[in-house]
């Protein structure tokens, strides 16, 4: 077969040999994809080599500790407001804003730094730098360890509260529930609900 024929378009030949070509260079992209991939089960992402889920396990972390703090008030809230005349049976929801957390003792150093810079033209002129700098106080233990110094823990702060309660229903009692969430949480009246549970068949 001449050279022209086997070049030809309209030659089956030459749309094998297209088509040849085209599968040897994806194979080629193909093989070439996997080099410098770190092996399975290394634990590390492809940008810096931090091990993998490790923001995840520190967030689950802080989440676990609100968890923790929302179910412990809403047990607590829970046994006392079931102690309420008429209120009967009490399930109760806390949402936190934030969880509890310490306030360290912080010491503060305030300073200003002039200087004077003068340009080839003979003018000048100040430039006033801030050197203050804040620190956290650092306290020495009997044992030798070195702990900040707490100046005080806030307690948690809560989003809302959501109460179910059988004996809701009577305006007295819902008013009396309502009473006793604002005080015991110390949260604004707007984040509070109380609401009636709804009866079994038969009670």
Same mark, same amino acid.
């Given at each position: ?9 309209? =030659? ?34 492809? #940008?810096?080599?931090?091990? #993998? ?13 609100? %968890? ?38 912080? =010491? %503060?150093?305030?300073?200003?730094? %002039? ?14 730098? =801030? %050197?203050?700098?804040?620190? $956290? ?16 823990? $806030? ?8 109460? $179910? ?21 110390? $949260? ?16």
């Amino acid at each position: 077969m001449a050279k022209g024929e086997l070049f030809n378009p309209r =030659n089956k030949k030459f749309w094998f040999l297209v088509g040849a070509a085209l599968l040897g260079v994806v194979l080629m992209l193909l093989g070439g994809s996997g080099h410098g991939e770190p092996p399975a089960g290394s634990g590390k992402d492809a #940008a810096g080599g931090v091990p #993998a889920g490790r923001e995840v396990q520190l967030s689950e972390k802080a989440d676990s500790v609100m %968890t923790r703090e929302e179910k412990e008030l809403a047990a607590q809230l829970r046994r006392m407001l079931g102690q309420i005349s008429g209120a009967g049976r009490v399930e109760v929801t806390v949402q936190l804003a934030s969880s509890t957390h310490n306030e360290y003792a912080i =010491n %503060t150093t305030t300073g200003l730094k %002039t200087t004077e810079e003068k340009d080839q033209s003979g003018g000048s002129r100040q430039i006033t730098e =801030n %050197t203050g700098s804040r620190t $956290v106080v650092i306290a020495r233990s009997g044992q030798g360890l070195e702990e900040p110094v707490v100046e005080r823990e $806030v307690a948690p702060e809560v989003a809302g509260v959501l109460v $179910v309660a059988e004996g809701a229903s009577v305006p007295w009692v819902k008013a009396s529930l309502f009473q006793a969430i604002q005080v015991a949480l110390g $949260v604004e009246p707007h984040r509070i609900i109380v609401l009636p549970m709804q009866r079994s068949e038969g009670s």
